[in-house]
T-cell receptor
């Protein structure tokens, strides 16, 4: 059974640029949730995708957007990057609303 | 965004000692979860609790779902060096999106 994978592992971007992060869900899972974890803090919920549609959103601006594909993999897109967007971005997959299993994360640095 | 309060924030203990940590919330959750995160990794699910008052064990780990549904506790018995890491509690309510609300974390360091 393959766990949750994310790419890339690390990324450095310049303020104002756009970034796309990718997540492959665990085998058998149909729901993907994205979280932002700033240094020294717990993860914060960004949004969740279920059956290719956004299924709930946290307190993040519209420049954070996402997609889910028919194979349940997902992308997180962030436009107009700001310095405060520097964080570890975590993807978690689950079957419906059951327990969420996390990937290793993508470390994004905005300079 | 909301974060749950965890205490202690960090702790140093000796190998073999028992550890206790707790998590409190201003709002009710109907599921409590405990995760462990190692440096450079994503959180790993340790224990899930689904019912107020429930006590659940996973090896040396025991967790409890508080009666008020606003708190949870995690105990680790006979700590070993690989217990080092950051422990996060998370609350969840089933609904449109089963989002997790995480705590601030407890950093555990174990000395030999």
């Amino acid at each position: 059974e393959t766990g949750v994978t994310q790419s890339p592992t690390h990324l450095i971007k310049t303020r104002g640029q756009q970034v796309t992060l990718r997540c492959s869900s665990q085998s058998g899972h149909n729901t993907v949730s994205w979280y932002q974890q700033a240094l020294g803090q717990g993860p914060q919920f960004i949004f969740q995708y279920y059956r290719e549609e956004e299924n709930g959103r946290g307190n993040f601006p519209p420049r954070f957007s996402g997609l889910q594909f028919p194979n349940y993999s997902s992308e997180l897109n962030v436009n107009a990057l700001e310095l405060d967007d520097s964080a570890l971005y975590l993807c978690a997959s689950s079957f419906d609303s059951y327990e969420q299993y996390f990937g290793p994360g993508t470390r994004l640095t905005v300079t | 965004g909301q974060q749950l309060n965890q205490s202690p924030q960090s702790m140093f203990i000796q190998e073999g000692e028992d550890v206790s940590m707790n998590c409190t919330s201003s709002s009710i959750f109907n599921t409590w979860l405990w995760y462990k995160q190692d440096p450079g990794e994503g959180p790993v699910l340790l224990i899930a609790l689904y019912k107020a008052g429930e006590l659940t064990s996973n090896g040396r780990l025991t967790a409890q779902f508080g009666i008020t549904r606003k708190d949870s506790f995690l105990n680790i018995s006979a700590s070993i060096p690989s217990d080092v890491g950051i422990y996060f509690c998370a609350g969840r309510n089933t609904g449109t999106a089963s989002k997790l609300t995480f705590g601030t974390g407890t950093r555990l360091q174990v000395t030999l």
